[in-house]
């Protein structure tokens, strides 16, 4: 397994039985590593190793001198996942990625990003596309939304055209006219752009002399690298450290927002995807090390600055969480959940948003219960953009209810809060055993989490994944991180369908909880302050 493209941040542990033990690489240049775990099933051991290929390894002269730019961490610790993952949490904010802060505090973060009520997957490439986007829009009609746009292009396969997009399929005016009329409406297109792979077939890449200024090569330094995404096309892998393949990102970026008014830009395929260039004339150590993750930031850094002269509230984002972009790539795309360790969002949840996993088809309540519980950037699924009529299809009012709550109350919480330890939930309760990409997994009926919002109140929020009621029981201890023990007086505040948020008692912190009735695919939301 490499970082950063199997591994997401540089750690691991192993668990059971209440106790683990941590092995984690606190590198604040995010530089390439191979992490293997190997069972060796005859002596019952397991061994764990970690490499870092130096940078310049495949340079002209041998490297003589290294250190680790890092401290390279190990021990014991009793708890689970999120224990690990406060260990990691407590190193990672105080990395360079981090030093802008919270999201909530950056004045380089787009305000309207951090409140966004929802974001849908799209194509504008047509009339009838285009259309479809007003139909999810006016189904839902929250004021501040997204649309990614997977189709404003020549042809469907997007790997194919990469990077020379324009001008768009509808026609440059119409492609500014429905930017312009989603964005009335308060929608943003966040247009698709591949950022690794330039086509060699394009006559910009042969008049610029590409190949020689920016192509990958291998470790032969004559092999180009490239990805063979469609096979009829030579899409040639570009070294992000290379000044053409970041003006040529900056120069698409640029075009995209300024004369055609979109969001900002999505970056497929680049971040995460990691690989050394051996060309030793792009001006970079040759090979290993912080090589991919110092390129790729830089590139983002570009267009970013460039981009936001003309428009501050540009956004941009990426395939794939990479943490070493978390301070010039606002939202990072990532899948639905299939497993019961949020890490990541016990990490990063307050520094970065995660987007994506709900593409054309998915409606089904685990999938889009778990992104907003998890406060995952809530998606629409394109199904309901072929939803004939005006008025909202009854199936779609549970997902309406979530856009709701989370506009009206929990977006302190689950859009840039702060995770904490999840609460823990008891009781009479089917499960529920779904197809995930890993094979199947099972979760229990309700499930719910906990956060901690910037003004130091929390948040307890719990979801029923199925048509019918449940009732259970809860428990939470306030006192952990958020620091309300007993002594602390807090004001109970729900929010549901009905009534909105309503103040509830006064009760004590601690442990905290309660046995709680809910609807079929209803909500169970939760304020706590303290009383002053
Ligand atoms: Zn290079």
Known sequence: MRYCISYYMQFTALLGGGR??????????????DMTWTADVDSQTLRYAISHPVLGWGGDKPVGQYKSPGDCVIGPF???????????RKWAVTAPWCAKGPMYQRKDYPKWLLNLDYWACGHLGDYNDQQREFVKRDLFDFPNTATHDYGYYGQPYQHDVNVDYFPPRCGSVNYQNINQKLRARGGRVIPYVL?????????????????????????????????????????????PASQIWRDKLTSVSME???RYRTGGVYFDYFSDHMNDCHNPNHGHAVAGGDYWSR?????????????????????????GPAEFALDVLDAQYTGTYPYDAPVWQAVYHDYTQLFGGMHWMEEGPVPVGRQWLRGHMNSVSGTWGYHKGGALPEAAQWQHDLLRCHHEFARPYLGYGQMLRPPVVTGDLPTI???????????????????????????????NYEDQPHQFTWKKDVAEIAGFDEATKLQLTQWTVEHGATPVEQINGGIIGGTTDVAPRGIVALKLEVVK
């Not at 689970?80 to 406060?86: E, I, K, L, P, Y």
């Not at 983002?300 to 395939?319: L, N, S, W």
């Not at 055993?433 to 719990?462: C, N, Q, Y």
Request: proline share 3%; aromatic share 12%.
């Open 295 to 319: 390129g790729v930031h830089e590139l983002y850094e570009q267009v970013r600055d460039t981009v936001h002269k003309i428009d501050p509230e540009a956004m941009f984002c990426g395939e």
């Open 433 to 463: 055993t779904k197809k995930g990409g890993d094979g199947p997994f099972t979760v229990l009926a309700v499930e719910g989490t906990a956060w901690r919002a910037h003004d130091g109140s929390v948040g307890i929020f719990f979801f």
């Open 195 to 239: 950022g690794w792979m330039w086509n060699a077939g394009t006559d910009s890449y042969q008049l610029s002399g590409a190949k020689e200024k920016g192509a990958m090569l291998g470790e032969d330094r004559e092999s180009i690298l490239w990805a063979e995404l469609s096979p009829s096309e030579e899409c040639i892998a570009m070294c």
């Open 78 to 88: 009793e708890g689970d996942w999120f224990d690990v993952a406060r260990i990691y």
């Open 20 to 33: 683990g033990l941590y092995i984690g690489d606190h590198d604040p240049t995010a530089a390439w590593k």
């Open 256 to 258: 995209h927002v300024k």
